[in-house]
């Protein structure tokens, strides 16, 4: 089956700082992966998405490279700011097998930006 | 402007009772999800519905039920049979099950608290 595995943290940074949050993946088929952010009593927020190997995915100075020979999927940016405060989610979907219905979910890392 | 609603935010029952989430979604979007999000255990997911008057069970859908009469409308009760019922529910919606795009969108969430 597929399955998410992420770097869980917490992670705390000073503003400025640069950030990695790793995420591998297995999956069958050909997944496409996302990056959800999720700021404290909301809901999940799309950041950015890649569907094919190689694509690179980008929002608000975030970046994350889809790599299929690593199945890796990690988020970065290069200089954090107290706002980016938040837990961060790898996720995946896959069209393979008849389960594209459905989002597979990483546990979450908890981002802390000090000023 | 188009989203989802999730009412109310905070909800508060017995033990005992049975409680009914609202999700609402004005997208036309024809697939819905209800996940539960428990701390340090990332999303799991409850029901899924691809269609009016469709629904599937997910990974953790003993102790649940929904119903989808609407295409806009996708509410899920939360049982006395649900061992712990106490969490963070989260519904999201995307534009058609089995088709790119893949990712789903979500409403900011009910905190359920039975006692």
């Known amino acids: 089956g597929n399955s998410v595995t992420q770097m869980e943290g917490p992670v705390t940074l000073s503003e400025e700082a640069f950030l990695t949050i790793n995420c591998t993946y297995t999956?069958?088929?050909?997944?496409?992966l996302f990056w959800y952010v999720q700021y404290p009593g909301e809901g999940l927020q799309l950041l950015l998405k890649?569907?094919?190997?190689?694509d690179k995915g980008s929002n608000k100075g975030f970046e994350a490279t889809y790599r299929k020979e690593t199945t890796s999927f990690h988020l970065e940016k290069g200089s954090v700011q107290v706002s980016d405060s938040a837990v961060y989610f790898c996720?995946?979907?896959?069209?393979?097998?008849?389960?594209?219905?459905?989002?597979?979910f990483g546990k979450g890392t908890l981002l802390t930006v000090n000023p | 402007d188009g989203g989802i609603t999730q009412s109310p935010k905070y909800l508060f029952r017995k033990e005992g009772q049975n409680v009914t989430l609202s999700c609402e979604q004005n997208?036309?979007?024809?697939?819905m999800y209800w996940y539960r999000q428990d701390p340090g255990q990332g999303l799991r997911l409850i029901y899924y519905s691809q269609i009016v008057n469709d629904f599937q069970k997910g990974d953790i859908a003993e102790g649940y039920s929904v119903s989808r009469e609407k295409k806009e409308s996708f509410p899920l009760t939360v049982t006395s049979a649900q061992k712990n019922p106490t969490a963070f529910y989260l519904c999201?919606?995307?534009?058609?099950?089995?088709?790119?795009?893949?990712?789903?969108?979500f409403g900011p969430g009910t905190r359920l608290t039975v006692t």
């Open positions: 996720a995946l979907t896959s069209n393979s097998g008849g389960s594209n219905y459905k989002l597979t």
């Open positions: 890649a569907t094919k190997a190689d």
């Open positions: 997208l036309n979007h024809d697939a």
């Open positions: 999201a919606s995307r534009v058609r099950a089995g088709v790119s795009p893949y990712e789903q969108y």
């Open positions: 999956a069958t088929g050909y997944p496409s």
